[in-house]
């Protein structure tokens, strides 16, 4: 009965928590204007991961109740978190990549693999330090919901070797907002149109940006020389939001993707899912027209999506 139909399946275990702590200082990342960020202890390396396993070995499971090439996703949630006590790197790239190798050999039955990771953010506490000031305390954490890193990769099997057949980084969840230095005006006015136009308006946008590496190579170089990290890249996002006078959220994020480009010459693509999420004017300042007062917007919100790549 099974040979009448045509089966997609996978199966898998997501969410699974790996806090990793004394794991190798990331360094040696290359330097950028609009960033100040050069590395971190990884004192504290923590994240969750997603693995989906792929391929037909396990078909007989669902056609036939046979589970006799079935790994249980408890044993891949215990696999994933004990592998993070052997990873020997200092990212969340590298651990995936080094998760995925140890899968696909451990598990002969493994046709192919997608493994998510998701940052979970902690930032250092400001703690008293020995000369009375006040400075970053290596041991001590608070959790940040803050923006993140999320990382994708795919795993085949080709012959003999286990490689990577597809990937995508990206910081996610960014929340930006400008008081001024943003307009959207001249666009399309028709019998539906309630909208004013802005010449100088607060702008307020969630914003995801993910990537991909011409070769991937460079994001798992050992001496991190060609590694694009999340936190130069939120930190371009947010030099351009506040230098850049955009005339629409499109503008702005096309200015965006070409200061990364420009930034990172190994960043083969780029790609944007903006919402527009700018608040609503609802009165003015008689004295000082400055002085306005604004509401959240009516939460059906504009997106915008934007994908640049290298010619050639």
């Known amino acids: 009965m099974s040979s009448d139909f045509n089966y997609q399946i996978s199966y898998g275990k997501t969410l699974v928590p790996v806090y990793r702590v004394y794991a190798t200082p990331l360094s040696g990342v290359a330097p950028v204007r609009e960033s100040a960020f050069g590395g971190k202890s990884n004192n504290l390396l ?6 989906e396993v792929l391929g037909h070995n396990f078909l007989p ?7 006799s090439q079935v790994v249980a996703t408890d044993s891949m949630k215990n696999f994933i978190i004990r592998q993070g006590l052997a990873y020997t790197g200092s990212t969340l790239e590298g651990y995936l990549d080094f998760l995925g190798q140890e899968f696909l050999k451990t598990y002969s039955q493994m046709e192919g693999l997608r493994l998510t990771g998701r940052e979970l953010p902690f930032v250092p506490v400001q703690a008293p330090g020995e000369n009375g000031g006040f400075e970053e305390s290596p041991v001590l954490y608070k959790r940040s919901h803050d923006d993140y890193m999320v990382v994708t990769m795919d795993y085949m ?5 286990n490689i990577m057949s597809g990937h995508r980084c990206g910081r996610v969840d960014m929340e930006l907002l400008k008081v001024t230095g943003s307009s959207f005006t001249s666009f399309v006015r028709d019998g539906y149109t309630t909208l004013p136009e802005r010449r100088d308006r607060p702008l307020f946008i969630h914003m995801n940006i993910y990537w991909q590496y011409a070769d991937t190579a460079d994001m798992l170089r050992p001496d991190h020389s060609g590694y ?9 996002a947010q030099v351009v939001f506040h230098e850049f006078v955009s005339e629409s959220i499109q503008h ?3 200015e965006i993707g070409l200061r990364l480009l420009e930034r990172f010459p190994q960043m083969e693509k780029v790609w944007f899912e903006a919402k527009n999420q700018t608040p609503d004017p609802f009165g003015v300042s008689e004295t000082d027209d400055k002085v306005n007062v604004y509401s959240a917007a009516f939460p059906a919100f504009g997106l915008i999506k934007l994908e640049l790549t290298r010619k050639g």
Not at 46 to 51: C, K, R
């Open 252 to 254: 702005l994020v096309r």
């Open 228 to 236: 694009i990290a999340g936190e130069q890249v939120r930190d371009i």
């Open 61 to 67: 499971a669902y056609t036939e109740g046979d589970n």
């Open 157 to 161: 099997r080709d012959g003999d070797r």
């Open 46 to 51: 923590a994240f969750e991961v997603d693995v």
